[in-house]
């Protein structure tokens, strides 16, 4: 089924392979939440384009404390990378490396399935992590951004990050997945968040296309959450906010 991988790593690697994935973590988080803040949303500002939300008054300082935030995060999730590289390198996981040991519809499912436990889980942690007494240790740094941009995106307390990261070293033992689908993840991953956090609303409005806001979770829905706290927890979906009754009406 897999390819063996000539390679054991010792301490003294994975503590390099640790401070590498950190800095390409952050690296990673400020290029590209960087490049959405002034391409598209400084650009569509300037346009005043009707799609930038009426919310966006962050400060400068807001984005300082953010990045610095993001950083201790890049270091966690970089930690749970490492935990994860452990785990495939002595053949814990299901990740697989031949497109051919699967069919070639179980690829996009595997994408999909992971995305929807993803998205449950993260919804009803969300909606633990807003009980009051739990919101004040957890949850409230990322909710010190009434006003989001696209920083806010990465700008989590050391807890959360542990609590969202965890899920996927234990997705990868229980569902194979090819390799190159886990990484499409990831970077599935960073771009809604920034996208959901960026201030500009891009998805269309459109009769035709209007089924992608319903659905898809994009910055409206999810500055609603951050200005109106008890409504809109989800993560990629809008499922279970539906389910639950927690959509806000603006969408
Ligand atoms: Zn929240
Ligand atoms: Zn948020």
């Known amino acids: 089924m897999q390819e063996s991988i000539g390679f054991d790593p010792s301490l003294v690697s994975y503590i390099l392979i640790f401070i590498t994935l950190s800095l390409i973590i952050f690296i990673r988080y400020l290029i590209t939440a960087g490049m959405y803040h002034f391409l598209v949303f400084k650009s569509l500002k300037n346009r005043q384009s009707p799609r930038i939300l009426q919310s966006q008054e962050f400060s400068s300082d807001q984005m300082k404390s953010e990045v610095i935030r993001s950083g201790i995060s890049s270091l966690l999730f970089s930690g749970i990378a490492v935990l994860m590289l452990g785990l495939y390198l002595n053949d814990f996981t299901l990740i697989y490396e031949d497109w051919s040991d699967y069919p070639i519809w179980y690829h996009p499912l595997g994408i999909i399935l992971i995305l929807i436990l993803q998205d449950t889980y993260y919804y009803w942690l969300h909606r633990w992590m807003h009980i009051s007494s739990v919101f004040r240790i957890v949850h409230k740094w990322h909710h010190d951004s009434i006003h989001t941009n696209s920083m806010t995106s990465f700008s989590f307390h050391p807890i959360e990050t542990l609590l969202q990261g965890v899920l996927f070293p234990i997705l990868i033992l229980l569902i194979p997945l090819h390799l190159y689908c886990l990484i499409f993840i990831f970077i599935l991953m960073t771009i809604s968040a920034i996208i959901n956090h960026g201030a500009v609303e891009i998805y269309p409005k459109s009769e035709r296309l209007g089924w992608i806001q319903k659905w898809i979770i994009g ?26 009754g927690t959509e806000h009406d603006n969408k």
């Open 219 to 244: 910055a409206t829905h999810h500055d609603l959450h951050h200005r109106k706290f008890l409504f809109n927890y989800g993560l990629y979906f809008t499922f279970w906010d539906r389910i639950m």
